[in-house]
Nanobody, 127 residues
Framework: QVQLVESGGGMVQAGGSLRLSCAAS????????MTWFRQAPGKEREFVAISWSGGSTSYADSVKGRFTISRDNAKDTGYLQMNSLKPDDTAVYYC?????????????????????WGQGTQVTVSS
C-alpha cells in the first residue's frame, strides 16, 4: 500500500508560479512511475507529466516548457514546478503512482494504469 498526499496548491495570477508536492508513505520502495494528472471543472481528468524511476520524464503538450516534474527519492516526494501559469491551468491536480509498467506506448496517460492516488490539490489561476 502507498499513500499519496498532495500539497502546494493555491490561487495565483496568470504568469505566476506554484510548486506542488506529492509525499508518498507506506511501501514506497521501487515506485516505477509518479505521475501528475489534473481535472478542470466539467472536464475529464487528464495527464500532465510523469517521472519514471530511471529519471526520464514526459509532459503533455499543453504544459511542455512551463512545467517541470521531479522526484526526491530520499524524501519519497515528487514535485511539479509550474511556471508561466495560465487560466486554463486551473484544475484540481492529482498525483498517482504505479509499481509496474503498462502496455502500449501511451499507457501512462491513462487513469486506469494507476491504483494509488492522492486526494488532489486545487490550483486556481486568475487572469
Amino acid at each position: 500500500q502507498v499513500q499519496l498526499v498532495e500539497s502546494g496548491g493555491g490561487m495565483v495570477q496568470a504568469g505566476g508560479s506554484l510548486r506542488l508536492s506529492c509525499a508518498a508513505s507506506g511501501r514506497t520502495f521501487n515506485i516505477y512511475a509518479m505521475t501528475w494528472f489534473r481535472q478542470a471543472p466539467g472536464k475529464e481528468r487528464e495527464f500532465v507529466a510523469i517521472s519514471w524511476s530511471g529519471g526520464s520524464t514526459s509532459y503533455a503538450d499543453s504544459v511542455k516548457g512551463r512545467f517541470t516534474i521531479s522526484r526526491d527519492n530520499a524524501k519519497d516526494t515528487g514535485y511539479l514546478q509550474m511556471n508561466s501559469l495560465k487560466p486554463d491551468d486551473t484544475a484540481v491536480y492529482y498525483c498517482a503512482a504505479t509499481f509496474v509498467s503498462g502496455y502500449g506506448s501511451t499507457w501512462y496517460r491513462e487513469m486506469s494504469s494507476y491504483i494509488y492516488w492522492g486526494q488532489g490539490t486545487q490550483v486556481t489561476v486568475s487572469s
